[in-house]
């Protein structure tokens, strides 16, 4: 397989897509990554991907840069696991991205290529910063009025998932059903099974009590 088949793999994708060499200059950029960022391929090609994409981390530190762990683990053929960044498109845009990553053998030698395949998770990231705020602020209180007390109740066993832990942080912010379906890409009645689940390993009986019971055992 040539580069030029390898690519074209890629051209219709729905996901933005570039891929990088070991040297992390971008060889190929596709449409659906022009949506998204807002280079043409043009002006992606050859450019350094820490340089185009500069995303960085939940606290602003910068995550892509010169010899990034990314890069490192796919020198070795390790893809690493999914991972969000805060990018900027090139209208000045600040937009949270979900990458993965996908170690190829480059078809004309010089090591392995760094397949990124990302997608806009904003409104996901949006959702869970206000959830943090929210939380944050409701640990400095007690439960109000009617909301029962449950403190001294144990970490559920067995812990919440990683997509219930998603829906509550979600709960937090007052994001109703529809929303957090919108929001995580899944659907209504899957929310709905998600919160029974969130409520019966918490051993609570509201949507309230759920919410506090996290910010009280800093479970998200």
Same mark, same amino acid.
């Given at each position: 397989?040539?580069?030029?088949?390898?690519?074209?793999?890629?051209?219709?994708?729905?996901?933005?897509?570039?891929?990088?060499?070991?040297?992390?200059? =971008?060889?190929?950029?596709?449409?659906?990554?022009?949506?998204?960022?807002?280079?043409?391929?043009?002006?992606?090609?050859?450019?350094?991907?820490?340089?185009?994409?500069?995303?960085?981390?939940?606290?602003?530190?910068?995550?892509?840069?010169?010899?990034?762990?990314?890069?490192?683990?796919?020198?070795?053929?390790?893809?690493?696991?999914?991972?969000?960044?805060?990018?900027?498109?090139?209208?000045?845009?600040?937009?949270?991205?979900? =990458?993965?990553?996908?170690?190829?053998?480059?078809?004309?030698?010089?090591?392995?290529?760094?397949?990124?395949?990302?997608?806009?998770?904003?409104?996901?990231?949006?959702?869970?910063?206000?959830?943090?705020?929210?939380?944050?602020?409701?640990?400095?209180?007690?439960?109000?009025?009617?909301?029962?007390?449950?403190?001294?109740?144990?970490?559920?066993?067995?812990?919440?998932?990683?997509?219930?832990?998603?829906?509550?942080?979600?709960?937090?912010?007052?994001?109703?059903?529809?929303?957090?379906?919108?929001?995580?890409?899944?659907?209504?009645?899957?929310?709905?099974?998600? =919160?029974?689940? =969130?409520?019966?390993?918490?051993?609570?009986?509201?949507?309230?009590?759920?919410?506090?019971?996290?910010?009280?055992?800093?479970?998200?």
């Amino acid at each position: 397989m040539k580069r030029a088949e390898l690519f074209a793999l890629f051209d219709k994708a729905a996901d933005g897509v570039h891929i990088v060499g070991e040297d992390q200059r =971008i060889v190929y950029w596709n449409s659906a990554a022009r949506r998204l960022l807002g280079y043409n391929r043009a002006e992606a090609l050859g450019h350094a991907c820490f340089d185009l994409v500069a995303g960085g981390d939940y606290q602003g530190h910068s995550f892509c840069r010169r010899f990034c762990p990314t890069i490192r683990a796919v020198a070795r053929g390790k893809g690493p696991p999914p991972y969000d960044v805060k990018s900027r498109t090139k209208a000045g845009r600040d937009i949270w991205l979900n =990458i993965s990553v996908i170690p190829m053998q480059d078809p004309e030698g010089g090591g392995n290529l760094a397949v990124h395949l990302f997608r806009d998770v904003s409104k996901r990231r949006k959702a869970e910063m206000l959830a943090q705020q929210t939380i944050a602020t409701v640990s400095q209180f007690s439960a109000p009025d009617g909301a029962e007390i449950i403190d001294s109740q144990p970490v559920p066993q067995p812990p919440l998932t990683r997509r219930e832990l998603e829906v509550l942080r979600l709960l937090a912010c007052g994001a109703r059903d529809a929303e957090i379906a919108e929001a995580l890409g899944i659907k209504h009645t899957t929310v709905r099974n998600h =919160i029974e689940h =969130i409520l019966g390993k918490l051993g609570v009986h509201s949507r309230l009590q759920a919410v506090v019971f996290a910010a009280q055992h800093r479970l998200v």
